[in-house]
């Protein structure tokens, strides 16, 4: 067993650039503050991605660089066994005038920077959001296609979660039949035993946790990794074999907690309902449907004929996002020249007593915890995955 450590929070999207008019260039809200905000909103197919990109400074005081616009000091490269490497605990600063040039580039980390390359083999890198939304405002094209990568921040902000999605590299694509518009996130989830939830209109909530970095809540400092509250879910009618999953992932230990890298999509219902013949019968088609099943055509079967597979409907109502489950991540290795798929999971890996959870900074605890007074884990900058390799496709033949 380990201390808490921060998992993976990522996305991926392939799809169309939809310009909005929401684009504000060199702003001014009072003399020492000068500003760019963009409205980035790419369409997906049937999803969309969206965030709010902002950047600025203070044109009075011009300043070095020392923080990466997805968290954290900047990493400097550095010489080690005659290779450029990653400096993890070692920090640097570029000078802000200096920001564009490509030596100075040169010496912080990739992972620090936001790598854009609209037209093939024109690759511009940034370390600031405001040096990108203004590129961006002179470069991209309504309706341009673009394949871009990005990190999913959480923030603990007046005694809510919000998640926001951070852009790290942007370029130009092509969408075809071949390579269809597509979204898809992958996150590292905790689970205990009670995280599984009884099914309701086809769809199994998993209750569980993210665990990420936070900074802060309000005013009061945490610069921790703790236990967040995520939840997503199992659409039995997409997903099958969905038992299959939860037989071999879900199963925990009491008092313990799983790891696993989910991948999943954003779904929009409103009310969700099953369809009927009575829902699909009009005037025009009921003769039709009424032949259909004298000539012994089943109501599913004739279902099936005219709306598909997928039943489920989007009846009246509120609008709901659901995060809906497509598959425990992998991640692929050669092995005697034939590549070895390995789902990213980890067995009962952490004791309840080593996850601190958002709730035990403000106020309120998990019963568990009550007694328990918070000694907090250490900042972890890197990541550490456990992999159990799973033979999965074994079971779906």
């Not at 511009?124 to 309706?143: M, S």
């Not at 039709?288 to 009246?316: P, Q, W």
Request: a negative charge.
């Amino acid at each position: 067993m380990a201390e808490l450590k921060k998992g993976i929070a990522t996305f991926e999207a392939l799809g169309i650039f939809e310009a909005n008019g929401k684009t504000k260039i060199d702003q001014t809200n009072k003399p020492t503050w000068k500003y760019s905000n963009m409205f980035f909103k790419l369409k997906c197919g049937d999803e969309n991605i969206s965030t709010s990109l902002i950047g600025g400074f203070n044109p009075l005081a011009p300043r070095d660089i020392e923080y990466s616009e997805f968290g954290g000091k900047l990493h400097p490269i550095v010489e080690k066994n005659g290779r450029a490497t990653i400096d993890w605990r070692g920090s640097c600063a570029i000078k802000w005038e200096k920001r564009f040039e490509k030596s100075e580039l040169e010496k912080v980390a990739a992972i620090d920077k936001i790598r854009v390359e609209i037209v093939k083999g024109e690759r511009e890198e940034f370390l600031t959001n405001y040096d990108l939304i203004n590129y961006l405002a002179e470069n991209l094209q309504d309706k341009q296609a673009l394949k871009i990568y990005g990190n999913i921040n959480y923030e603990y902000k007046d005694g809510k979660l919000e998640e926001n999605y951070l852009i790290t590299q942007i370029y130009g694509a092509e969408i075809s039949e071949e390579y269809p518009a597509f979204c898809k996130f992958r996150q590292t989830v905790l689970i205990d035993s009670n995280s599984v939830q009884p099914v309701e209109n086809g769809i199994i909530p998993i209750q569980g946790f993210t665990p990420q970095y936070i900074n802060h809540n309000g005013e009061d400092y945490i610069n921790s990794v703790i236990a967040v509250p995520f939840e997503f879910n199992f659409d039995t009618e997409s997903l099958p074999k969905y038992q299959i999953y939860l037989d071999k992932f879900f199963k925990v230990e009491p008092k313990k907690f799983s790891e696993i890298v989910i991948e999943y999509g954003v779904k929009k219902y409103g009310d969700i309902k099953q369809i009927t013949l009575e829902d699909i019968m009009t005037d025009e088609n009921k003769d039709v449907i009424e032949t259909d099943l004298l000539f012994g055509m089943s109501e599913e079967e004739v279902l099936e004929k005219y709306v598909g597979s997928n039943r489920r409907a989007v009846a009246s109502g509120d609008v709901k996002y659901l995060k809906v489950f497509r598959d425990i991540g992998r991640t692929s290795e050669k092995i005697e020249e034939k590549v070895v798929l390995k789902h990213q999971f980890a067995a009962n890996k952490y004791k309840e007593s080593e996850v601190f959870f958002v709730e035990d900074f403000v106020g309120k605890r998990r019963q568990s915890q009550q007694k328990l007074e918070p000694k907090l884990p250490k900042p972890q900058s890197q990541k550490e995955e456990t992999i159990e390799d799973v033979d999965f496709d074994e079971l779906f033949k």
